[in-house]
């Protein structure tokens, strides 16, 4: 649908938006805040906040829920660079990037990602308040690609799908491969 066209108006009009609200006065206060999203949905980010996850996850006895987010997340991780190989999207060049990058644009990794460890933490934690959380931080983390100008919002949303759509398979079979139901 990208690469024929028919997400044009909208993923130009989202980002021309994103481009007039972040050269605005307002636009200087959220930047910061966009800025550090990025930062922490980033590889370096996520690795940080993997390592402590699964930390804590050794410490308090569930090994297999540490191994099944680990292999989860590599895995997952392996997809999007194959997809980004695969569909070789060039980077939008609507406005100036705020970010520096140096893969292909589509599907986000950020928000792919993201949607799977955010989205792998509130299901191993299963209360509602983490899924909430997760939700707000994967939103603001995709949304600050766009932001940012590194991203047309449909490159974020197929990095939503990727995400959830691994995450789901993860949650049905790796389990079941292990002898759960």
């Given at each position: 649908m990208?690469?024929a066209?028919?997400?044009d108006?909208?993923?130009?009009?989202?980002?021309?938006?994103?481009g007039?609200?972040?050269?605005g006065?307002?636009g200087?206060?959220i930047?910061?805040?966009m800025?550090?999203?990025?930062?922490?949905?980033?590889?370096?980010?996520?690795?940080?906040?993997?390592?402590?996850?699964?930390?804590?996850?050794?410490?308090?006895?569930?090994r297999?829920?540490?191994?099944?987010?680990?292999?989860?997340?590599?895995?997952?991780?392996g997809?999007?660079?194959?997809?980004?190989q695969?569909?070789?999207?060039?980077r939008?060049?609507?406005?100036?990037?705020?970010?520096?990058v140096?893969?292909?644009?589509?599907?986000s990794?950020?928000?792919?990602?993201?949607?799977?460890?955010?989205?792998?933490?509130?299901?191993?934690?299963?209360r509602?308040?983490?899924?909430w959380?997760?939700?707000?931080?994967i939103?603001?983390?995709?949304?600050?690609?766009?932001?940012?100008?590194?991203?047309?919002?449909?490159d974020?949303?197929?990095?939503?799908?990727?995400?959830?759509?691994?995450?789901?398979?993860?949650?049905?079979?790796?389990?079941?491969?292990?002898?759960?139901?």
């Amino acid at each position: 649908m990208q690469r024929a066209g028919w997400l044009d108006e909208l993923n130009v009009g989202l980002m021309e938006l994103a481009g007039r609200t972040r050269d605005g006065t307002i636009g200087q206060n959220i930047t910061p805040l966009m800025r550090l999203a990025s930062a922490l949905g980033g590889t370096a980010g996520r690795l940080l906040l993997l390592t402590l996850s699964l930390g804590y996850l050794l410490w308090a006895g569930r090994r297999r829920c540490a191994l099944w987010l680990m292999a989860m997340m590599a895995a997952g991780t392996g997809l999007n660079l194959i997809l980004k190989q695969i569909f070789a999207a060039p980077r939008p060049d609507l406005l100036p990037h705020l970010d520096i990058v140096h893969t292909y644009s589509f599907p986000s990794g950020h928000a792919a990602g993201n949607m799977m460890f955010f989205g792998a933490l509130a299901l191993l934690a299963a209360r509602r308040s983490v899924y909430w959380g997760a939700a707000m931080l994967i939103a603001l983390i995709g949304i600050s690609r766009v932001w940012l100008g590194v991203h047309w919002p449909s490159d974020v949303t197929a990095g939503w799908i990727e995400g959830v759509g691994w995450l789901a398979f993860c949650a049905i079979w790796l389990p079941a491969r292990g002898g759960e139901q």
